[in-house]
């Protein structure tokens, strides 16, 4: 059923601050979307990255592979902030008690 109204609009903008990358997504993270939102954090070279995932609608599988490619890019230096969808997601995936993961 249609609920009116606009999709989410998808958008993964950067800011680097020294070492420290700050990269906010917003709207939906799906397959069309997942890997701008892998190659926008991979852009800057940083040694710490915060993907701020709050203002994020809707996450799929290959947001979620895209999370874990991060991880691995970024061992121990990887901070998410999830919104409640994402956390959710997370939570069903079994990748809910990550390090990397921060409260909703």
Same mark, same amino acid.
């Given at each position: 059923? $249609? ?7 998808? =958008?993964?903008?950067?800011?680097? $601050? ?6 906010? /997504?917003?709207?939906? /993270? ?7 939102? +892998?190659?926008?954090?991979? *852009?800057?070279?940083?040694? *710490?990255?915060?993907? $701020? +995932? ?6 799929? =599988? ?5 999370? /874990? ?23 069903? =995936? ?7 993961? *921060?409260?909703?």
């Amino acid at each position: 059923m $249609d609920q009116g109204g606009a999709p989410p609009v998808f =958008s993964a903008s950067a800011e680097i $601050d020294g070492d420290h990358l700050q990269v906010v /997504v917003t709207g939906e /993270v799906d397959m069309a979307t997942a890997d701008t939102m +892998l190659q926008t954090a991979l *852009r800057e070279p940083a040694e *710490r990255i915060v993907l $701020d +995932l709050r203002a994020v609608t809707f996450f799929d =599988s290959a947001a979620i592979h895209a999370l /874990v490619r991060l991880a691995q890019q970024f061992p121990g230096t990887l901070t998410v902030l999830p919104s409640r969808q994402v956390r959710r997601v997370l939570d069903i =995936s079994g990748l809910g008690d990550q390090g990397w993961l *921060r409260p909703a």
